[in-house]
């Protein structure tokens, strides 16, 4: 790896063969001062094909400890000349997980008497959430903050002589790379809206903007009024070719070797313990919150923790410290003093959840990887995690350093990181770092227990939406069968054997007239469906806060959802986390996912999105299930609102929204939700199916396309409509309810739960239940074309009535048994 390397710019085989390039920032010595400080590879992610590798980062390629920590604390020097020595007294540091948890903590050291605090990925029991937010780029993207003071972040901390500061102290934001600036500037807002201050100042190792992006730094200061700087170690641009993440997909198929890629040990030397005996007190990172006591505790602890290492490493001449995911700090400063220590050549990395394509060539950033799985039982579950440019690297020894947490069996399995490191290293040492975990709090509020929860479902592992469109709280049951025929569906949920959740209908497989209809009515109403996305869109953002997480009934609040999350990247470039979870009639809302909300969210942030409103039963019923949720708003948000039910709506017009017009084919291939004891434990999600054998007839995407392709033209009416309701009395009236009680008995049902009201709604019964009868107001038109075939298809009778205040409305069968149909499954006539 050595030579080549050092002539040959670690750039230049993707810069060849991607077409990416790294222009500097205007000086004749720019373009070099770049490439010195960055190289590039390519990954897989679905937002961004390539990835800047820093040089003095300390996490892709292994670097000088005192080089990494230099950097970072010369940009905290920086701060505090920006600053002055009365304010940086006073400020607070922010790094985030998980590249710049140590830059962060450098940047600290650098200002002299800040504390520190970085995002985490890891929920840890029995500490409060004061905030939380979502990485557009990164390949995870969920951060939590978790500061053992809840004060910490208040804005008034007192400064060195332990007065307290006026509300507004700066808040110092940590990153490795400030490139569209969303990652910060959604920090930003999200905190601004808790905490507000006067004055935020944001340092990234490297300042990677387009001009439209400096430009916007600037209007984001006017918008949250206050002042915000950026302080960068260095800068450029990154010119990018016309399709890149296409070809950068196709360069790494191409190139990803097979998946077992390192040779097995057949008998791995043992690797040796090293009992660091770290000061008691202080905390393994800044994962809590680091203050300027516990800095001094470690300082004066650093020098005897070498000593100890460098005991156990002989005669060594090249050693690296390897680090772990998000802890980097302790490792870092347990290599900057063994560079003081001895003269054995130290070199510095850690270990990365985020996966990167190796390719041994001298022009490439990332030569080599280790894979291994990962060892510190991980809240989003098992998976892969990497150590790069450490294989091949010719070190003689290698230190890992992990905190407690993640000393487990996993790390000292075969095919473990302890193992792939003893095939590289002639000796593997170990030093364990206990894990911090905070004193109790008598004021903290309790977190709620997520241990037993996994991680949302996403596509294209679950459902055929992008990853980032949408989260899916919800256990995968696509190898169990749930479907039954509607008749017997229809007769047991009537006899009271079973109730509708705890099967499914089989999936209407729609003709080729039917999904022309489909297609034709989506040509039709895109327009207004985008404009009542807008709407409700705008609403939301203006009373809900300029973060809100969306939460989608699954599965017909889901595509709007989905679409209501691209209007706020489009209008306001705001990339809201996006949820969706299951609620049943009668049995309430997924309470398991309310706890991992919870967990994760500020409940007060989240608003519940749906399609539409029929009668408004499920309103009431999530109002009545979160009662015993505390923090979270029962108010529903929905495209259309025919039943006056809500507040927050786009519109109240019962028109046809195509995705109604069919089932999984239009909601990502996801079934409708299932709640069954058998299925569904106590510590479960409620569970559904991903249909992908149905993906030849899969028209979710060319739903959500054409809606949003229609954002431009509607822009304007949607700002004029939501300044109107804003300040229109948007009561609910509950229209639709006293609607539905009257058909009810008018048509000697005497069961409101068996009249559906609303285009919607109609749909459904059409689709998944025994039909009985179509009541239509009278001149409705074209939107309801497609209930017109159906129930033709059906053979279900369509009546023309006066005074609806809804298109139409579908009565289930009442009383029904197989015998009231005939074998085709046609309804009675009679009424």
Known sequence: MKGAADVVWSGSWVTERLGVELVGDGRPEGDGELRELLGLALRRNPRRAHLLVSNVLGKHVPQKPSVVYGTGFELGRRVRELLGPAASGRAVVLGYAETATALGHAVADGLGEAPYLHSTRRPVAGVARAGGFEESHSHATSHLLLPEDPELLAGDRGGADGERGAPGAPLVLVDDEFSTGNTVLNTVRDLHQRYPRDHYVIVALMDMRSPADRDRLARFAEEIGARVDLVAYGSGTVTLPEGVLEKGRALVAAHEPAPLEQPRVPAPRPCTRVDLQWPAGVPDGGRHGFTPAHRAA????????????????????????????????????????????????????????????????????????????????????????????????????????????????ELHAPGGLLEQLAAHTGHVLLAVVPSYVPGPRTHAPERQETSMLPEPLRGPAFSSYAPDEVGWLLQDLSETELEAPTEEREEAIQSGGAHYAESLPVEYQPSAEYQELFRSALKLSAARIARAVGTVTETVLAERGPRPVLVSLARAGTPVGVLMRRWALYRHGVELPHYAVSIVRGRGIDANALRWLAAHHD??????????????????????????????????????????????????????????????????????????????????????????????????????????????????????????????????????????????????????????????????????????????????????????????????????????????????????????????GRAVDAK
């Open 298 to 409: 470690l300082e004066a602890a650093l020098p005897a923790m070498a000593a100890r290492v460098a005991e156990q490493l002989g005669d060594a001449r090249r050693v690296l410290i390897l680090g772990f995911e998000e802890l980097m700090y302790a490792p870092l400063r347990l290599g900057t003093a063994l560079e003081r220590l001895t003269d054995a050549e130290v070199r510095y990395s850690t270990t990365t959840r985020s996966p990167v394509l190796a390719v041994d060539d001298p022009g490439y950033a990332i030569r080599t990887r280790l894979v291994f799985p990962a060892h510190d039982d991980p809240d989003d579950g098992p998976g892969d995690r990497y150590a790069y440019n450490v294989a091949g690297a010719g070190f003689d020894a290698v230190l890992l350093a992990v905190d407690s947490v993640a000393d487990t069996p």
């Open 603 to 824: 409940p007060a942030d989240v608003v519940f999105v749906d399609g539409w409103t029929g009668k408004g039963a499920i309103t009431r019923e999530l109002s009545a299930a979160l009662a015993d949720f505390e923090g979270f708003d029962p108010e529903i948000a929905v495209l259309a609102d025919p039943g006056g039910c809500v507040r927050t709506y786009g519109t109240r017009e019962d028109f046809l929204i195509p995705s109604a017009c069919l089932n999984s084919t239009v909601s990502g291939l996801i079934s409708r939700t299932v709640l069954r004891a058998d299925l569904v434990g106590p510590e479960d999600f409620h569970g559904a199916k991903f249909y992908r054998e149905l993906a030849d007839g899969d028209v979710s995407g060319l739903f959500l396309d054409t809606v949003a392709a229609h954002f431009d033209e509607v822009a304007d009416a949607v700002d004029a409509e939501a300044k109107d309701l804003l300040a229109a009395d948007r009561a609910p009236t509950w229209e639709g309810w006293a609607a539905v009680e009257r058909i009810s008995e008018e048509y000697g049902i005497h069961d409101v739960n068996l009249v559906k009201p609303g285009v919607g709604e109609t749909t459904r019964v059409l689709l998944r239940r025994v039909p009985w009868k179509i009541l239509t107001r009278r001149g409705a038109g074209a939107d309801l074309d497609h209930i017109r075939l159906l129930a033709e298809q059906r053979g279900v009778p369509v009546e023309e009535t006066d005074g609806l205040p809804y298109s139409c409305v579908g009565l289930i069968h009442p009383k029904y048994t197989r015998g009231a149909t005939g074998a085709d």
